[in-house]
């Protein structure tokens, strides 16, 4: 598949033969069906550097893809909207890292109920996957009430801060402790304390039904029956109604771009104050030393396991989203890298590792050919 779309090299930070080598991985991807189309940015220290479009929003129609093209952002949800949520009522004394649940959820197991904050934000709760879908065979009667009740009737897996094990379910969990704090629902809060002041044009939970045609379609799913385009793709998520802690957040490059900026900014945006600088601290150095993986409030820091590649350094930070999204942040050069694409449209299982090794590849290329401190 050969998507027909150029790139565009901003500056003179790198000769046109190594700017073909980010183009030919991308379009060897396309060729391959890791996903059928791409929108990915670089910038550093705030100057964008390259940016490439490619590829279609929806393969059988030959939808192209666009610049502004909104995707699901799956996990990227975790830290750029419910983890910078939680941080922002920390910082204004709503809240506090060491309380427990029990102070917002006195009808959980009392298991669930010892289990702080911080151990949510850093995923050392020992919390299992949700799978809520599970619960519900018609996709027809979701009853949000009672997927509610069942990720507060779950109980951990593991003892809390034994070790780091990636979970939906405590993200999930913080949003409910938003709601329950607030009395908003999780779309209102971002949109009121992130999409406003950031003048996001479109990064939003649920898009409204005249969006459909932008976003991103995604998998064909067998549960629901139904190519996904303009909902949520995380099963859990849309058993919650598209507005939950861990997935549902959709938008454009330009709009993870603007998130992104507040963590190289000291937690501004401009002139608006979006964060403290202790929580951008939190955000972006390793909260989890000694533990089997590094992880910051939100992000993941880079280890052997993340999906940035080898030559990308310690104190980097980032994260990957299912449907085949990502961004990766290098403090120290200033860069960030957003790669932004509907890979799941193939299927999640047949495009899994060839996914995983073209972010490898392609994020190595780009510290090649632009973490060059100068």
């Known amino acids: 598949m050969n998507s027909g779309e150029g790139s565009i090299l901003y500056g003179n930070t790198k000769s ?9 991985i991308i379009e060897r991807s396309l060729y391959e069906s890791v996903f059928p189309g791409i929108v990915c940015r670089v910038w550093k220290d705030g100057k964008l550097l390259y940016e490439r479009v490619a590829g279609y929003r929806e393969f059988e129609t030959r939808d192209k893809m666009t610049l502004d093209t909104i995707f699901d952002l799956a996990s990227l949800t975790k830290p750029l909207a419910t983890a910078v949520l939680v941080m922002r009522a920390i910082d ?36 299992a996957q949700p799978e809520l879908n599970r619960y519900f065979p018609d996709p027809l009667k979701i009853d949000r009430k009672k997927a509610r009740e069942i990720v507060l009737s779950m109980q951990p897996e593991l003892p809390s801060g034994s070790e780091v094990l990636y979970s939906c379910t405590g993200y999930i969990l913080l949003g409910f402790l938003l709601e329950r704090v607030s009395g908003a629902a999780l779309g209102q809060l971002f949109k009121e304390y ?5 003048g996001l044009t479109h990064a939003t939970f649920v898009p409204p039904e005249d969006l459909r045609l932008q976003t991103a379609a995604t998998e064909f799913c067998s549960w629901r029956k139904r190519r996904i385009r303009g909902e949520v793709h995380d099963e859990s998520a849309y058993c919650l109604g598209g507005e939950a802690g861990n997935a549902g957040l959709f938008g454009t490059v330009d709009d993870v771009a603007k998130i992104a900026s507040i963590f190289l900014n000291g937690g501004y ?12 601290f939190l955000m972006t150095h390793c909260q989890t030393e000694g533990m089997n993986r ?47 694409t509907n890979r799941v449209y193939f299927g999640r299982a047949e495009t899994a590792d060839k996914m995983s090794a073209f972010r490898k590849a392609f994020h190595t290329q780009i510290m090649e050919d632009f973490g060059h401190r100068a």
């Open 16 to 24: 046109k033969e190594s700017m073909i080598r980010e183009d030919d």
């Open 92 to 127: 204004e004394h709503a809240v506090s890292l060491e309380q427990k649940l029990d102070n917002f959820f006195p009808e959980a197991p009392d298991t669930l109920k010892q289990l702080t904050i911080r151990s949510l934000l850093i995923h050392t709760a020992g919390l």
């Open 194 to 198: 992130m999409a406003s002041p950031l």
């Open 269 to 280: 945006f401009e002139e608006k104050k979006i964060l403290s600088e202790e929580s951008v």
């Open 294 to 340: 590094r992880r910051a409030v939100g992000f993941a820091m880079h280890d052997g396991e993340t999906l940035d590649g080898e030559a990308w350094p310690d104190d980097s930070f980032g994260h990957t989203g299912f449907t085949g999204t990502s961004l990766f942040i290098d403090p120290s050069r200033r860069l960030q890298a957003i790669t932004l």
